[in-house]
């Protein structure tokens, strides 16, 4: 008997503007991902201003999935996939984010992919918004410091539950919307609300209002939904990543927790409806003067979503300096400290599996809601060997050793798990850095960073792994 429940979500996750491709193709507008050069362990990404001739843009073509994807469902399939989680690129619906009509071409691609997922019975899994507003919206709002964005938002869920209620009942409405909050640096504000930082601004205070804007958003796309299909299960998205005190100093531990509320309160808004206290509390003593009307805590509170999806990749150890500020504090604002008890991936993201046992618990303990692991991998170099085959045992650890822990959550902790989609299941472009050579998949895409290659997919010892797994129910993890 299998400790997890029959029906359980065994899936692979993805996001539009990292595998799509087709930047252009069929009357799609430009997208914030489209204006992201290509990095690498050493560079950033580069924020362009539009599209500009002679740069990098790894996004525009990507693995080329809007042209091939009838192959790629092929493979989904026969590795045993009953979910699959993808985006809606929002500027193949709405180019430009604030026309009247959607865009009818952008709505039969995801009819028609949605329709080959069902045939295969594949179940689709939808983010409505996953780093890819389109830039429009950037240029001539500023992003989510504009409340007007939650109009064009709604609109565009509405749009997209009407035309998909039937095919699918899995949603989610912002990716990782507290990584600004954690990382609180350029990337992130772009890629979570289209934010470009002016001089003098407090990046701080717009953070803030943007991501209120979005919590708004969310729970009143919550709101419609539900009226649309009530039979929807609509998710909000958060990166965990657990913050552990470098040592049992009182002060590390206070701080270590001050990390997590501060990291997860974007859950608690969409979860429990409400800010946390000594958010508002700080708000008031910064009097940041935000923006957060009593209507739109009516509508968090009637719009709270049925499902926690979070991702879950690493954790973090943190310690309190001496001269501790009081005051607000992000991951990104820290000096974090190496965990000498854990490994480190070749982009130096600490393997830590219990970790995932330890996040589960604690969303368990704090949401009363169901969850589900939305992403986890491991980001990797891969050697092809003469006869194309690739050996990615590392990779068939580290999924090995989170699914046993997963595992345990559910069957010792009583934990609440609807599935588990592992990131990037085919390889695709890298978030963070823009690379195809970080590589989580366990189908190999034939393409570098420099962008050349045939694109031809191929299987790597993980896909015959990850195949038993889904079929006994992840009893066989040997
Ligand atoms: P990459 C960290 C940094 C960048 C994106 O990341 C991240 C995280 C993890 O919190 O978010 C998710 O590609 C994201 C995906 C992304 C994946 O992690 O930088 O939802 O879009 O690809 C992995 O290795």
């Known amino acids: 008997m299998s400790a997890f429940p029959k029906g359980f979500l065994w899936g692979g996750a993805v996001a539009a503007h990292q595998f799509e491709g087709g930047w252009d193709s069929d009357g799609k507008g430009v997208s914030i991902a489209d204006v992201m050069t290509a990095g690498d362990h050493q560079t950033s990404r580069r924020i362009t201003d539009g599209v500009k001739p002679g740069e990098n843009y790894p996004n525009h073509e990507a693995i080329d999935f809007y042209h091939r994807y009838k192959g790629d ?15 809606i690129a929002w500027s193949r619906i709405f180019p430009n984010g604030d026309e009247d009509q959607p865009n009818e071409k952008g709505l039969k691609f995801y009819d028609d992919l949605f329709d080959d997922l069902l045939a295969h019975h594949i179940e689709p899994v939808i983010t409505l918004s996953h780093f890819e507003m389109p830039y429009h919206l950037v240029q001539a ?45 350029e990337w992130s504000l772009f890629t979570n609300s289209g934010l470009v930082i002016q001089p003098g601004e407090d990046k701080e205070k717009v953070m803030f209002q943007a991501a209120h804007y979005e919590a708004v958003a969310s729970a009143l796309a919550v709101q419609v939904g539900h009226k649309i299909n009530p039979d929807f299960q609509i998710g909000c998205m958060v990166a965990m990543g657990p913050v552990y005190p470098a040592t049992p100093n009182p002060n590390d531990v206070f701080k270590a927790e001050r990390l997590m509320q501060m990291n997860y309160y974007l859950a608690d808004v969409q979860v429990k409806g409400r800010y946390p206290r000594f958010l508002e509390n700080y708000f008031d003593r910064r009097k940041f003067d935000l923006d957060i009307t009593l209507e739109d805590r009516d509508v968090l509170l009637a719009g709270k979503v049925d499902y926690i999806g979070f991702s879950y990749y690493a954790s973090h150890v943190i310690k309190a300096q001496a001269d501790e500020p009081k005051d607000f ?93 592992p990131w990037g299941i085919i390889d695709l472009v890298s978030a963070g850095t823009g690379q195809m050579d970080k590589r989580y998949g366990v189908i190999y895409v034939d393409k570098d960073d420099q962008g050349k290659g045939s694109l031809a997919r191929s299987k790597k010892d993980s896909f015959d792994w990850f195949r038993k797994v889904i079929q006994s129910n992840g009893e066989d993890l040997a």
């Open 73 to 87: 469902v092929e493979l989904f399939s026969e590795l045993g996939l009953n979910c699959f989680r993808t985006s």
């Open 141 to 185: 709002y500023g992003g989510w410091r504009n409340r007007k964005l939650i109009d064009f938002f709604v609109r565009f869920a509405k749009v997209v539950f009407d035309r998909y209620k039937d095919k699918v009942k899995y949603w989610m409405t912002f990716n990782e919307i507290n990584n600004q909050v954690g990382m609180l640096n």
């Open 329 to 421: 504090i992000t991951l990104g604002n820290n000096q974090e400290v190496k965990n000498e008890t854990l490994q480190r991936s070749d982009w130096g993201w600490e393997i830590d599996p219990v970790g995932l046992r330890y996040a589960l618990n604690w969303f368990s303990d704090r949401y009363d809601v169901p969850l589900f692991i939305v992403e986890n991998g491991l980001g990797a170099f891969d050697k092809v060997e003469r006869d194309g085959s690739i050996h990615d045992n590392y990779r068939i650890d580290y999924l090995r050793q989170h699914i046993e822990q997963m595992r345990l959550a559910v069957e010792v902790d009583g934990v609440n798990l609807m599935g588990y989609t």
